[in-house]
């Protein structure tokens, strides 16, 4: 038991302590821990709200959001990195495709159910060339920013004999073809192919860009569905880190998170 009259709570340990002592020194020893451990959440959060331009957020709004968040790290998003772990450890293994699983877990059920994935649909673009809906195509050239939308262009008809059509940045159209082709559109046409990549869609410090670009199998021939996303790089020696926790949330765009969010 713990001796009440003690100054210091490493100093209390003896045989007139109570045990109502012992549970009051306790939980006060578990609040102090908790306020640091949201000092540390509190920092880190707002660090990472500054990246994004965001509102901060008030220390009490990190401790009530902590507060939520830790029950659910302990059991399902616990479950669900020990079910991922198992599937990561597959593929580093380089093991049959068979032996992979899908999980459904409901841990207010509670239940588990494993099931084996279907194979991704494939897509017959040309007779020796197949894709799937996982697939993406990147170009990595060595002239870095300044890459031009010729030389992506020209890249990707060499190496998937397909003509590129059309080029979308998300919803921003980059080069229509047909409105290009026109008779009087032919020095704006050859002055942006000529435009360099990285300066034409107004980036910054992007070390790549995903693109949407259209082909077709023969120049007279019908736009093909379900190719892939064209990466660019612009920094082919920069590694690419991709974090499996992130904040804000692509949910809330607006609104900052917990950095333990997924």
């Given amino acids: 038991?713990?001796?009440?009259?003690?100054p210091s709570t490493e100093k209390c340990f003896t045989d007139k302590c109570s045990s109502q002592s012992l549970v009051r020194v306790l939980q006060k020893l578990e609040q102090s821990s908790f306020e640091i451990s949201v000092d540390f959440l509190h920092s880190i959060a707002n660090l990472r709200v500054r990246n994004y331009?965001?509102?901060e957020m008030p220390w009490i709004n990190v401790k009530l959001k902590a507060g939520r968040i830790i029950?659910?790290?302990?059991?399902?998003t616990a479950s669900i990195a020990g079910l991922q772990t198992i599937e990561v450890i597959k593929v580093a293994?380089?093991?049959?495709v068979e032996e992979y699983r899908n999980a459904f877990l409901n841990l207010a059920l509670p239940i588990c159910q494993?099931?084996?994935?279907?194979?991704?649909?494939?897509?017959?673009?040309?007779?020796?060339?197949?894709v799937t809906l996982w697939d993406?195509?990147?170009v990595k050239l060595k002239k870095g920013k300044d890459l031009t939308l010729q030389d992506v262009l020209s890249h990707l008809e060499s190496t998937y004999s397909l003509y590129p059509r059309d080029v979308m940045k998300g919803a921003k159209p980059i080069y229509f073809y047909s409105i290009m082709n026109l008779p009087e559109k032919k020095?704006?046409?050859e002055a942006l192919l000529s435009s360099k990549l990285y300066d034409l869609l107004g980036l910054q410090s992007e070390a790549y860009i995903d693109l949407n670009v259209t082909f077709v199998n023969d120049p007279k021939g019908k736009i093909l569905s379900g190719t892939p996303t064209?990466?660019?790089?612009?920094?082919?020696?920069?590694?690419?880190?991709?974090?499996?926790?992130?904040?804000?949330?692509?949910?809330?765009?607006?609104?900052?998170r917990m950095p333990s969010s997924a």
């Fill in 230 to 256: 064209v990466r660019v790089y612009f920094d082919t020696a920069q590694p690419i880190i991709c974090l499996l926790y992130t904040s804000p949330s692509p949910r809330d765009a607006t609104l900052s």
């Fill in 1 to 6: 038991a713990l001796n009440s009259n003690c």
């Fill in 114 to 130: 494993l099931s084996e994935p279907g194979p991704a649909p494939v897509t017959q673009l040309t007779p020796i060339l197949k």
């Fill in 136 to 138: 993406r195509w990147e």
């Fill in 53 to 55: 331009k965001l509102e």
């Fill in 71 to 76: 029950p659910a790290l302990a059991t399902t």
């Fill in 187 to 189: 020095s704006e046409k």
């Fill in 93 to 96: 293994k380089k093991i049959n």
